[in-house]
């Protein structure tokens, strides 16, 4: 079992000793169950065409679902902020207490089950380290926006300019 990816980052394997989907992107992944080898050569889309080709055959039996195949840590990453952003873009800008109540238990469950086990501890100990801030629509989405870059930091990428959380997440651009 390799111990780098095709990318050169490190492979996270599940409990039961297999690479985990969610923890590895999508070449890592496929290079640790030998689909693909150091010597495979991958041009820029390697990985989105090899995809839609498995998204043109459709699943026995049915018309309109294809094989589709389950999400990297890429794919459940952006989907995953499309949630939480989207969720702190509609918290009511004067919640109640049961209302700021909900939010923590939600954001500590989600640090818990995100099927990204690696992801998830760091998310935890950012929480533990960063209390939410839920007092408040603007409060949470600077909060999220802050946790967010605080992964966008660990990966080497820029970070977003958080005084445009809400241009991005509620507004859209046209707002003023
Ligand atoms: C809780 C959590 C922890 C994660 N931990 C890891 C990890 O440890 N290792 C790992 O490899 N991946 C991790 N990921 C996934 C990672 O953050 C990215 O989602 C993934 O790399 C895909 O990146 P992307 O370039 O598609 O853009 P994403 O980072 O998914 O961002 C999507 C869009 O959000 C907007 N955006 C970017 N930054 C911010 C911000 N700070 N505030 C508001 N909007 C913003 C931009 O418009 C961007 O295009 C984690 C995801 C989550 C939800």
Redesign the pocket.
């Known amino acids: 079992m390799p111990t780098e990816g095709h990318t050169g980052r490190k492979i996270i394997y599940d409990e039961d000793g297999k690479p985990c989907r969610s923890c590895n992107?999508l070449l890592d992944f496929k290079f640790a169950t030998g689909k693909i080898t150091s010597r495979t050569t991958i041009t820029e889309n390697t990985g989105s065409e090899a995809d839609n080709v498995e998204k043109q055959e459709l699943i026995p039996g049915s018309k309109s679902y294809y094989k589709v195949e389950p999400p990297d840590?890429?794919?459940?990453?952006?989907s995953?902020?499309?949630l939480?952003?989207s969720i702190t873009a509609t918290y009511p800008s004067k919640p109640s207490e049961q209302k700021k109540a909900e939010m923590k238990q939600f954001l500590t469950i989600?640090?818990h089950i995100?099927p990204?086990s690696?992801?998830?501890s760091?998310?935890q100990k950012f929480i533990e380290q960063n209390a939410p801030r839920v007092d408040s629509r603007e409060d949470l989405g600077r909060w999220?926006?802050?946790?967010?870059?605080s992964?966008?930091e660990?990966?080497g990428?820029e970070?977003?300019d958080?005084n445009f959380?809400s241009k991005?997440?509620k507004d859209g651009w046209d707002q003023n």
């Open positions: 992107t840590v890429v794919e459940l990453g952006n995953s902020w499309n939480l952003h989600f640090s995100y990204c690696w992801c998830a760091d998310f999220m926006c802050e946790a967010h870059n992964v966008n660990k990966l990428k970070k977003f958080c959380w991005r997440w």
